[in-house]
């Protein structure tokens, strides 16, 4: 379920980009919100199918004492980099898409230059 939201906000956003809409900026902007907002969601739900949440770094390999790594092919491993993935590609759209917002937020900042 929470994956059809994070494909659903992109492709809204993707649409409203490949038809060069004029109106689409604040559209998107809730579009990718939602994107990263089902991507965080969709982060918890390996670590509570871990049974134990307070060890939920154990699917992540990582050196340790005992050389203990995860199984490679079990889907929970997968589901933790599948998700990881499309959240920081979601994350760029995102932050992309506000440039020219935050480029706008400097240029009508006012402030006193040090002198």
Request: hydrophobic content about 50%; some cysteine.
């Amino acid at each position: 379920m929470v994956d059809r939201h994070c494909h659903a906000g992109t492709l809204i956003s993707a649409i409203l980009l490949l038809l060069k809409q004029s109106w689409r900026t604040s559209i998107n902007r809730f579009a990718e919100a939602m994107t990263l907002f089902a991507v965080a969601c969709a982060l918890l739900y390996p670590t509570f199918h871990t049974g134990r949440p307070w060890v939920a770094y154990w699917m992540l390999p990582y050196p340790n004492t005992m050389s203990m790594w995860p199984p490679a092919r079990s889907p929970l491993l997968w589901d933790v980099f599948a998700v990881s993935t499309y959240g920081t590609v979601s994350a760029l759209f995102w932050f992309t898409g506000l440039i020219p917002d935050l480029a706008t937020l400097r240029d009508r900042a006012k402030y006193k230059s040090p002198a």
